[in-house]
């Protein structure tokens, strides 16, 4: 009972209330807002002038903004102080799943084509800049997807985020926005400052899985506790203990890390697929073009060569009379006398030729 009486934190954690008890950031909720309520803005004025946009982009963004919200507002930022586990499916959300849902949404192309022209030309001229094409690399973008976590672990900022409101809110922005540097470039379904080949995506991907991995053994099988003093003063009396929950939460890095990144994985092979598919019809509508001038070139030659010996072409082409034809025509020609066989030992010149 002393330790209840020392504990001042939420009750013990059950499934139902992580759906049931709630609290409010209101950094998040304003971002939220402001964002949602512009993007519906921007597709109202697309459709205004008549443009279609795909129905799955405007659902794949408003989820990723309701599943930040949860992932903030719900059991999971009510327990996020007092489990390790609950702040580790936070990272994996706010890093991996929410800024997917929010790039496949594609709130740029909606920003820059709802916009006036001039700030169009602005907005395009500033993702063509050396700013946007240093961050968007494909090198920087991996760090900045990569780097997060084992900076929230290993320094500080874990113990900060714990104890400060500032630093927690620091945390809920900063890896949606880590993930949107990183998924906005690979996805490439917003303007981009340069266009990188997907398998780029696939394989730094793959980069990414290893270090979550690396990340999680170490919280796994390593047996040190981090910021034991943190856990020894919180004195939580349910649950497991802080080694096994810290444990759990790295099971949590390690496994579900690596599903979240599976949706992006199967995006990227379908876009090669359909790059490759377009590239290959290109490809032979390069080559029919190319096969039909050739053609074109070889009949206008021959053209010019006909027309240059049409009357030799001409005079080849009518059919010779044969020998027969030709002494018939000349029988029927010459005076009956001459053919006449009573009168031929007086007309020689009318013999046929042996």
């Given amino acids: 009972m002393e330790l209840a009486a020392v504990y001042c934190g939420p009750p013990q954690w059950t499934l139902g209330r992580a759906f049931t008890l709630w609290q409010a950031d209101p950094v998040v909720l304003t971002i939220v807002v402001a964002g949602t309520l512009g993007y519906l803005f921007g597709l109202l004025r697309l459709r205004r002038r008549d443009e279609r946009w795909p129905i ?115 945390f809920h922005v900063s890896f949606v926005l880590f993930g949107l540097a990183y998924f906005w470039p690979r996805l490439q379904i917003d303007p981009v400052g340069r266009h990188y080949h997907p398998m780029i995506g696939v394989v730094i991907t793959v980069t990414e899985v290893m270090c979550d991995a690396g990340l999680g053994a170490i919280l796994v099988f390593g047996g040190h ?69 050739r053609e074109l070139a070889r009949l206008g030659t021959a053209h010019q060569h006909l027309a240059g010996t049409g009357e030799t072409a001409a005079a080849s082409a009518r059919p010779t009379p044969s020998a027969a034809a030709l002494q018939e025509a000349q029988e029927l020609s010459a005076p009956w006398w001459e053919t006449d066989p009573r009168f031929a030992h007086l007309h020689p010149r009318s013999r046929t030729p042996d």
Avoid: N
């Fill in 56 to 170: 799955g982009r405007t659902a794949a963004f408003l989820l990723g903004m309701a599943l930040w919200v949860f992932t903030v507002c719900s059991g999971l930022g009510v327990y996020e102080r007092v489990l390790f586990t609950d702040r580790a499916v936070q990272a994996v959300l706010l890093l991996m799943v929410v800024p997917l849902l929010l790039a496949m949404g594609a709130p740029v192309t909606v920003l820059v084509e709802a916009a006036p022209q001039r700030s169009r030309e602005r907005l395009s001229a500033l993702l063509r800049g050396r700013v946007s094409q240093v961050l968007m690399f494909p090198l920087v973008s991996t760090v900045l997807l990569i780097v997060p976590p084992w900076l929230l672990y290993f320094t500080r900022w874990y113990q900060l985020s714990l104890a400060s409101e500032h630093y927690d809110i620091l």
């Fill in 225 to 293: 506790l981090l910021i034991p003093h943190y856990w020894a003063a919180l004195d939580r009396p349910w649950g497991m203990s802080p080694l096994a929950d810290q444990k759990w939460g790295g099971a949590v890095l390690w496994g579900l890390g690596d599903i979240a990144g599976v949706p992006f994985m199967v995006a990227l092979v379908a876009r090669v697929v359909k790059e490759e598919r377009a590239r290959t019809v290109k490809v032979d509508q390069e080559l029919d073009e190319q096969q039909a001038a």
